[in-house]
């Protein structure tokens, strides 16, 4: 069946360092692909997204390009701010009827 | 635009009890979901409507749970009778229209089951 597999947390960096998030998914067919971020006390916010392959999605200074020759959705951001610690999730639709979450990579960023 | 309402944000109960949560979505979108998140864990799927109708409510424990979406608006999710293993973030989430369009949460509600 599809999953959505992604690195465990947490990941702790210091401000302006570079961030790699991995993601990958098993699918059947061509799911979009998304990252959704939870700040503390927050809900789930969609951060970026792709819907074919080779697609970037970018956002807020974060990116992530579509790979279907290794299946993969990884996030990255040049130089993270402390702001940006968070939890953040990989996803994946199932063509369009459901979405599957990978567990989530909580962010540490210090000043 | 108003965002995704939910209520309560936090329940306490004791195994055995019953409880419901409200659910009212983004004005104008089709799609509604409710998650269960387990700490440490992310979201999973309970049951997705579209407008009124059930679209796929295939992990929903329907010895316990029960979810309606009356009139294609506003949704309930109730659990009769709960479980310890129930504690949980309940989220509710609307989009347009599918799952590949995005998704809008709720703030969820927190389940402790005593």
């Not at chain 1, 599809?2 to 360092?17: I, R, Y």
């Not at chain 1, 970037?56 to 790979?67: L, P, Q």
């Amino acid at each position: 069946g599809n999953s959505v597999t992604q690195m465990e947390g947490p990941v702790t960096l210091s401000e302006e360092a570079f961030l790699t998030i991995n993601c990958t998914y098993t699918a059947t067919g061509y799911p979009s692909l998304f990252w959704y971020v939870q700040y503390p006390g927050e809900g789930l916010q969609l951060l970026l997204k792709a819907t074919k392959a080779d697609d970037k999605g970018s956002n807020k200074g974060f990116e992530a390009t579509y790979r279907k020759e290794t299946t993969s959705f990884h996030l990255e951001k040049g130089s993270v701010q402390v702001s940006d610690s968070a939890v953040y999730f990989c996803a994946s639709d199932t063509g369009g009827f459901k979405t599957i979450f990978g567990a989530g990579t909580r962010l540490f960023v210090k000043a | 635009e108003a965002g995704v309402a939910q209520s309560p944000r936090y329940k306490i109960i004791e195994k055995r009890q019953s409880v419901a949560f409200w659910c009212n979505p983004i004005s104008g979108h089709a799609t509604l979901y409710w998650y269960q998140q387990i700490l440490g864990q992310g979201p999973k799927l309970l049951i997705q409507f579209q407008n009124n109708g059930v679209v796929d409510d295939s992990q929903l424990p329907k010895d316990r749970f029960s979810a309606e979406r009356l009139k294609g608006v506003d949704s309930t999710l109730k659990i009769q009778p709960a479980k310890l293993e129930d504690s949980a973030v309940y989220l509710c989430a609307s989009s347009l229209e599918s799952a590949s369009y995005e998704q809008y949460f709720g703030p969820g509600t927190r389940l402790t089951v005593t």
